[in-house]
């Protein structure tokens, strides 16, 4: 950890701890288990299908409309976490920092408390889904190149085998891929130059680590899928 990095949690450490918990609360609302108890008379959408807190299994298990309007909350909730993480860190000037840098490291940490508190969500004993989601949204407000990079992939892997969890795999593992690749050649290269080396190790960092966690949260779905028995989607119900 260099003196830049020390010397920012020491003068900012309570908008970055306030930006963090925020991102969790806000990611700790589990719209599967919400929806599911309202059209499905108080059920828990965790014993139901897979057991899984998300859109797949409440697709499977309770229906198209409640899917949708799953979808909806996850991918909107992060959007909502990352905007707040970013308007916290407008405030923040730091010498020698472009501004759009510490933009994103607000983005980037409310972003990620977001995800996490989608997967362990306080208000529904720590048990909720795997983010893929709520990943797609920090994605887009990171840096939506990637995002269309990595939602293209999985887009293209679900709709020729139907398998949403290869698919969330496959982006998962590309997502640091892309990340580096687009952050150095187009913003630290480019002719731009907008950002740091810093920021490219950071942002690189976060990728590998966020594209790491989406796919341990998927370690039964990678067992099953070696095995070939990892369920297909279907939108007949």
């Known amino acids: 950890m260099d003196i830049q990095t020390i010397n920012f949690i020491k003068h900012y450490w309570m ?35 897979s057991g899984n807190a998300g859109f797949t299994n409440v697709l499977r298990s309770v229906g198209k409309l409640p899917a949708i309007l799953t979808m909806l ?34 983005i980037y940490i409310a ?68 990340t580096f690749l687009i952050t150095y050649f187009f913003d630290y290269l480019g002719y731009a130059r907008n950002v740091t080396f810093g920021y490219l190790v950071i942002s690189t960092t976060i990728s590998v680590l966020t594209g790491g ?3 341990y949260k998927h370690k039964k779905n990678i067992v099953r899928l070696l095995n070939g028995e990892e369920k297909k989607i279907t939108i007949a119900k």
Request: aromatic share 14%.
């Open 15 to 49: 908008q970055l701890v306030i930006t963090a918990t925020i991102g969790y609360l806000i990611g700790s609302i589990s719209f599967s288990i919400l929806i599911t108890r309202f059209f499905k008379n108080n059920s828990d959408i965790r014993e139901m299908g």
């Open 73 to 106: 909350g996850d991918f909107f909730k992060g959007i909502v976490a990352c905007l707040i993480g970013k308007w916290i860190f407008s405030f923040i000037i730091i010498p020698g920092v472009p501004e759009f840098c510490i933009v994103q490291y607000g």
């Open 111 to 178: 972003g990620i408390a977001c995800l996490v508190g989608h997967v362990y969500p306080c208000f529904f004993g720590l048990r909720g889904g795997k983010a893929v989601l709520t990943a797609l949204s920090l994605l887009i407000m990171t840096d939506w190149r990637v995002a269309a990079l990595c939602l293209s992939l999985f887009l293209i892997v679900v709709l020729i085998t139907r398998l949403v969890s290869l698919g969330s795999v496959l982006a998962a593992i590309s997502y640091p891929i892309f």
């Open 213 to 215: 966690f989406v796919i």
